[in-house]
């Protein structure tokens, strides 16, 4: 029989943990991290895995921050081989207008032309993973559906109005783009570029090179055909701005009053008056002079010279007031079509190539009224205004003439209608009609919705934000690109097309400055944004480092003390087993004695 030894305790729990810490000591020299798990330092390993998850995220977002740099060195390369092209484009629009150059020298230089046009239509359309590099930024639901009923019905509603009241429709020549504005506070505005052969002897006509809306002008949500029940001024506005753009595609528009581009102080040949007050006189301008107290000598006294844009409600009356004025003189002398007949008389002219001063207001009213009361061509645009001014109300007061703008009725005042023709009532629901041929809404939206008129429309992008430092997100700005839309217009087949082309090229180029500044902007806000969360990342990684990375030379130092103890428990604890004890060992030595010996 065998008896061992009562090993204490002790001995063995100090064993253990010294093969532990051996063992962690290597874990953390192997792994290079001394918080090898939860049990290690449970508040140390908590706050690191909040650090690495902060890192991870801040990680991810200078990974999409870069991504948005390539985009936009993508977009500044596009920018910049546009502007290159551009500068060939010029050069070669410069060429063009050599006089010693012949018609077969400029078809040549025309077809290079083209064939880089075609190339700016590449790259506005390059795109960058899926992602289109240029565009006109995202659009709001309020934008989205202002398109959609421009391309259903206000459009095309607008150039039948004309067409059915005028008899004008555009020439099939032109295209233009339509702009939506949802951002601005601006009223509606129609862009005009005017087109000159020759500084000293400019042709007179126009390009209208877009169509502006501002969304602030109109009720929304909106519908077309709209229901802005009252004046129903929502299809109106479009008229008007529909209008203008007929006109200047029938006319030399910007040399209306005698043929010249200067007039007093206006560069785009004066007779405002007329172009306002025949697209006011389209579809009614009666709510015009009511608004601004009726038609009186103040109203008539606002009209000035009539060769600036009215500055005010009552001038803007003023104006359409000597339309239906010269209306009515014109049907007193013959013209039962009044200005409807002097428009078309006008335009007939353009086409069959009279210049300028033959087809001005000036040469119009020395054919229809005789040049016993306009006999200078140049100045029977201001004697007709002063006409106006002196005459207009006393013949509108005197019973015996049969000059009449009735107020306060149902009629608008449209031509054609009851007070201006003795026609049907044209109320301000048919200003612009919504039913009939040409009036009423398709069912899917048109791109093309002009019969005369090619449109270009703005691209839609996606929204794109820029993340901070601080959790903020700043919009990305978009940028597009130069495309020649109107090729019909800008060429160089002619002097005349090259001129208006070098003239445009300029406005381009400046464009294109600005969209490169824009890029430029974008990157520069960019590469801030990097270099913040860098820095961010760089003092992350300096704080979980200290709270997990291992330290080699005091954790070297520790292995090698806890090795140590780990061996001495282990070979105190294995000298102690050996120690075993038999009864005989134990009681060798031990004699008994017997009574009495």
Partial sequence: MEINKHIPLSLSLNTHKASKDWTDSQSKLVSGKKLVNSA???????????????????TLTANNLQNLISFSQSQYDGLQQAGTILLRMNELARLSLDITKTDADRSNYDYEFQELAN??????????????LFSDGPFSDEKKQF????????????????EDRLGLTGTGRDTFKINVNDTGNEMYSISLTWNYSDPDSPDKSADVASLNYEIYNYNLPISGPPEDPGLYLTDRINAVMMTYAVLADNLHFNAL?????????????GAEWFKSGIADFVHGGDFLLEYTGGFNQSTIDSFGTGDDQAGSWQQRASYYAAIRFLHHELQNVGTSEGVKAMLNWMSEGVKEGLSSEETSIGSALKHFFGASLYANVKSANDEFVQHYINNALNEHNDPSNSFQIILYDADTGAIGGANADGGSVVTHKEAVPDSGDGYEPTINPSTEPLDRFGLKWEKEGIPMTIPNEGGEELVFKFTNSITVDDKKSYNLKNTSSSQLTVNLLENWMNSLNEQK????ANLQTLNVSVEKLQNSLANFSTAISRISDTDYASETTELVKNQLKAESSISILSKANENKFSIGQLLEGVKISKKGS
């Fill in 40 to 58: 290690s330092d449970s508040g140390a390993f908590g706050q690191s895995l909040a650090l690495e998850s902060e890192i991870s995220r801040k």
């Fill in 119 to 132: 190339q700016l239509d590449t790259i506005n359309g390059m795109s960058f993973n899926g992602l289109d």
């Fill in 257 to 269: 009053a005698n043929g010249e581009v200067k007039k007093g102080a206006s560069n785009s040949g």
């Fill in 147 to 162: 398109i959609q009923i421009l391309q259903t019905q206000w459009l095309k509603a607008a150039e039948k109005v004309i």
């Fill in 517 to 520: 500044a824009i890029v430029s």
